[in-house]
Structure formats: structure tokens, C-alpha cells
């Protein structure tokens, strides 16, 4: 069974620029979370999207904005680009939910803003 | 605020003792505990589990200890070995609630000295 993927591994942007990240989930799992690691802060987690639908939003400004598909895959968009958001971004899945189940991440996507 | 502490940055030991990674977290409405692992370049992957009707949960080497009363869970390691090396993240949700976001701590680096 093919795990998580993300896609692209690197991303280097500068700051004004938006850029969307992409995630395929394990297949058959409909939930699909994002988080955002930085050095001291761990996980912080942006949203979570089941059944193409936004369930669960962490504190995170509105230039933070995802989506899904009809077949679980996941894009995240960032627009405006500030350089705090360079981060490792994270996407895992899960099959019966995000709550109380554990999620399999996926490698992440290194974003530098410049 | 955090609502998932982990007060360590950072731990060393030495191959063959015992690791002890602590987590304290301060919602109540958590019901549901995960550890997760990561190496660099490379997502979370999870560990163990524990839901919050046990104290107490072990698979091989690890041992998740969950003290409700003190809202303290506790990582144990024995004996810890050098592909133990790598940061740990405790992880707090809610299992079938109306909270069933998943909250990362900022993690625990540790290094299992040969």
C-alpha cells in the first residue's frame, strides 16, 4: 500500500509569491490534515478536510487555505508569502478521522521564503 | 498556549538505559494519547498509543504511561538504543467527541549515546 505523498519534496519562493502544496493520501483514507513544523513550536496544526469538506481549523491567517478532492487528494495554498512561513509542511491521513486514530504523515515539503 | 507541553527539548542517554520522554497537556476534554517519532527529513511516524480509560500501555520496548489526575503522560524507553535517536512528539485528541482536533507538542530531541 503506497504511503502519503507530497509533493514538491523543496520549495523556494519569495516573499509576495503564493505557492500550493500538494498531498495524496493512502487510498481509502478520507481525512487528510495539515501541520506545519518550526524549529521549538512542533506541529502546528492548520486544517483538516474529510469527505471534501473543511472540518477542523487551527489559528492560522486566512492566507492559510486548503482543499480536497473527490478522490482525498489535498492541496494547500499560502498566499502572500511572509518570510515566518518558511516551515516543513506535513500532511498526514487517516482513515476513520483525524480524532483519537493515528495518522500517517507523509515526508513534507520543505518551504524557504526568500 | 499550549496546550500539549513537552518541557524538554532536548535528552541524552546512554545505549541500554531506560528514556524517559514527559508530556503534560491542560484540556480535559483529551481522551486519547499518541507518541509519535521523527527522523530528520523524513514525516512523523507513530509510535504507541493510549486511550484515557488505561494508565498503561506497552509494546516492546515502549511503554506509555498516562497519569489523568496530574494530566502528565510519560514515554519509556527500555533499553534504549541508538536508532532510538530522534524527535519524539507527544500527541493529544479526542476519540468520538465534538473535539477531535489532534494537538502536537513541540517535540523531544533525543540522543541515545553508544
Known amino acids: 500500500k503506497a504511503g502519503v505523498t507530497q509533493t514538491p519534496r523543496y520549495l523556494i519562493k519569495t516573499r509576495g509569491q503564493q505557492v500550493t502544496l500538494s498531498c495524496s493520501p493512502i487510498?481509502?483514507?478520507?481525512?487528510v490534515s495539515w501541520y506545519q513544523q518550526t524549529p521549538g513550536q512542533g506541529l502546528q496544526f492548520l486544517f483538516e478536510?474529510?469527505?471534501?469538506?473543511?472540518?477542523n481549523k487551527g489559528n492560522f491567517p486566512g492566507r492559510f487555505s486548503g482543499r480536497q478532492f473527490s478522490n482525498s487528494r489535498s492541496e494547500m495554498n499560502v498566499s502572500t508569502l511572509e518570510l515566518g512561513d518558511s516551515a516543513l509542511y506535513l500532511c498526514?491521513?487517516?482513515?476513520?478521522?483525524?480524532?483519537?486514530?493515528?495518522?500517517?504523515f507523509g515526508q513534507g515539503t520543505r518551504l524557504t521564503v526568500v | 498556549d499550549q496546550q500539549v507541553k513537552q518541557n524538554s527539548p532536548s535528552l541524552s542517554v546512554q545505549e541500554g538505559r531506560i528514556s524517559i520522554l514527559n508530556c503534560d497537556y491542560t484540556?480535559?476534554?483529551?481522551?486519547?494519547f499518541l507518541w509519535y517519532k521523527k527522523y530528520p527529513a523524513e514525516g512523523p511516524t507513530f509510535l504507541i498509543s493510549?486511550?484515557?480509560?488505561?494508565d498503561k500501555n506497552e509494546d516492546g520496548r515502549f511503554t506509555v504511561f498516562l497519569n489523568k489526575s496530574a494530566k502528565h503522560l510519560s514515554l519509556h524507553i527500555v533499553p534504549s538504543q541508538p536508532g532510538d535517536s530522534a524527535v519524539y512528539f507527544c500527541?493529544?485528541?479526542?476519540?468520538?467527541?465534538?473535539?477531535?482536533?489532534?494537538?502536537f507538542g513541540p517535540g523531544t530531541s533525543l540522543s541515545v549515546i553508544p
Open positions: 500527541a493529544a485528541g479526542g476519540r468520538g467527541t465534538s473535539y477531535d482536533k489532534v494537538i
Open positions: 487510498s481509502g483514507h478520507r481525512s
Open positions: 498526514a491521513s487517516s482513515g476513520r478521522g483525524q480524532g483519537g486514530t493515528e495518522a500517517f
Open positions: 484540556n480535559s476534554m483529551f481522551d486519547y
Open positions: 493510549i486511550s484515557s480509560i488505561k
Open positions: 478536510y474529510f469527505s471534501e469538506t473543511q472540518r
